[in-house]
């Protein structure tokens, strides 16, 4: 027992001044997003966050590998990866882990890597690698779930054979290397069904550093009736298993089955799920529904809403209502109901976590919060409840990073004058469409575009064929023959011109169901799904051939 309980002591590094992880999540995806929900590494306020974790890597076969196009850096390109880890000249405490998994990727690529010891060490020997050769400081699984999904009940214990030789293996590199120890976490389900059948809970608590409770979506337009999305506590009128659905009912379960508190983060939702109501007339928690809510103008996804679009809801006629039993609001504007979080719901809640005890919180996700201000208040308004409540400050409490660059000389011989009166950031140069202007503390800097041209929309270099920047009356225009060549993949295949005219998104590869393509930015990239599985469009993710029609 002696043993096991320093184990856990040992596994609470690295949280904040107050004691309590801030675990936020980023999404790769959220790149695509039109302006100014755009979102990217560089839009991160590294000092709000104790840990970052970068979702999502994705799996093929027993390696790690990167989800999005422009993750990695190339030659021409400074990959997103590298935009992350750039934080840690902000704030050098902050832990950066990559995510593999997510709901899209589902079950069946963990499956296949679980299934054998060979397996699960040719996943562990390469991951290590991968991660180091990157920068990240650890690994967040995150399958959605063992033993459910498609996942066979003896991948509960396989995920825990997983998870602790993955971390006797993180604890021996770091005894070989020197090097500070790979963290790993995971996030994990919220209900009943899913936490019995799929974890072994007392076994696995014994290696993870931390465990996210993923208590949101709890209620969505799956169902026929509103429901609020992540609330505290359960409504009086709910019964049987919707009694459970709340975040107070899933974290003291998993402390009933075997998880120390001091590990476990509770989830805190960004956004809010939403509804069509049925009847207008209607609108109280348990009304029924006819659908998901609209989708919304950045996040373009029904049922689903950013904070800052249920702000422009609000400010365009939204009613808003407080569910006093759980302690969190929702937003009423003609036929469409919306349970979100707000400053007030995420201060109770987190008081809620410390007076209970718990280790940390997690948000989900950090591009869903008002990061640009667009509800008329300060940034990262839900976020920053968050860190307050816990204590902490939500300004950088060390000396800025000094800039080694020389104030560039412009054309005119005026030199600090493009800077003048800005706020600290990225801006287009006036006379240069490949150099953009960086102030900083009241200084200006010029730097140049090493692909592509400045996109003062995106606050970034833009490589897109045709994309064309204006300055005065001239228009320049990046080529439309793309010179660098798109990601080569371990399949070897190419088909450049598939993605012609396409959303950004995934695509079944109509030659090969084994295969799909990644389109992005108009450019063409083609992937494989790991042995065993396929690319199913349903779910827009590789699943086993079994369950793909035609895919045998």
């Known amino acids: 027992m002696l043993a096991v309980s320093l184990l856990f002591l040992l596994a609470i590094g690295g949280v904040s001044s107050a004691g309590y992880r801030r675990v936020c999540y980023h999404t790769n995806w959220s790149q ?3 302006a100014p929900g755009k979102y990217f590494p560089e839009s991160i306020d590294p000092h709000l966050c104790t840990h970052l974790c970068y979702a999502f890597a994705k799996l093929n076969g027993n390696h790690l590998t990167a989800f999005e196009w422009n993750d990695e850096s190339e030659p021409w390109m400074k990959g997103m990866y590298d935009r992350t880890m750039a934080l840690k000249k902000k704030n050098p405490a902050l832990k950066i882990l990559i995510s593999v998994g997510g709901w899209n990727m589902g079950s069946p690529p963990f499956t296949a890597m679980v299934s054998s010891a060979a397996n699960r060490k040719d996943f562990i020997k390469h991951g290590i690698k991968w991660m180091r050769d990157r920068g990240f400081d650890g690994l967040d699984v995150d399958w959605e779930y063992p033993a459910n ?3 066979p009940p003896e991948d509960k214990n396989r995920f825990s054979d997983l998870i602790r030789e993955t971390r006797l293996a993180f604890n021996a590199e770091a005894k070989e290397t020197g090097n500070e120890r790979l963290l790993l976490a995971t996030a994990v389900s919220a209900g009943k069904d899913k936490i019995d059948t799929g974890y072994d809970i ?8 931390f465990i996210t409770i993923m208590t949101y979506d709890l209620h969505g337009a799956w169902e026929k ?8 506590y359960a409504r009086s009128d709910e019964s049987g298993a919707q009694k459970n ?6 974290s003291e379960y998993w402390v009933s089955k075997g998880a120390p508190k001091s590990i476990l983060n509770i989830g805190m939702a ?3 799920r939403g509804f069509t109501l049925s009847n207008k007339a209607k609108t109280q928690p348990g009304d029924t529904t006819k659908g998901p809510c609209h989708a919304g103008r950045y996040t373009r996804e029904k049922g689903f809403l950013s904070y800052y679009e249920i702000c422009d809801m609000i400010k365009k006629g939204g009613t808003t209502h407080w569910i006093k039993e759980q302690e969190v609001p929702y937003v009423v504007k003609g036929d469409q109901w919306v349970g979100y979080d707000d400053q007030k719901s995420l201060t109770i809640k ?3 976590v410390k007076s209970n005890g718990y280790g940390g919180i997690a948000v989900w996700a950090l591009p869903l919060d008002d990061f640009g201000g667009m509800c008329g208040g300060e940034k990262y308004p839900l976020l920053k409840s968050i860190v307050r409540t816990l204590g902490d400050s939500v300004v950088p409490s060390e000396k800025p990073v000094v800039v080694t660059k020389k104030p560039v000389t412009l054309p005119s011989g005026n030199e600090d004058t493009l800077c003048s009166g800005k706020a600290d950031g990225t801006y287009a140069h006036p006379k240069s469409c490949t150099d953009y202007v960086l102030c900083q503390n009241g200084q200006t800097y010029v730097d140049h575009c090493t692909a592509g041209m400045w996109n003062d929309e995106i606050k970034d270099c833009d490589p897109t064929p045709g994309f064309e920047c204006r300055r005065g009356n001239k228009v320049v225009t990046n080529p439309s023959v793309v010179t660098r060549k798109p990601i080569t993949h371990p399949s070897g295949r190419k088909n450049d011109q598939f993605c012609s005219g396409k959303a950004d998104g995934l695509y079944a590869d109509p030659n090969d169901c084994g295969a799909y393509f990644n389109c992005a930015a108009g450019l063409t990239f083609a992937e494989k799904c790991g042995p065993g599985t396929g690319f199913d469009p349903k779910i827009k993710s590789c699943n086993f051939k079994s369950s793909i029609p035609g895919c045998s």
């Open 32 to 34: 695509y997003r039109p």
């Open 149 to 151: 999904r498609g996942s």
């Open 202 to 209: 007392p076994e696995v608590s014994k290696y993870f550093d």
């Open 225 to 232: 009736f509103t429901g609020h999305n992540s609330p505290l």
């Open 245 to 250: 659905l709340n975040m107070k009912w899933a």
């Open 270 to 272: 960004l956004y809010g």
């Open 350 to 352: 987190t008081n809620w």
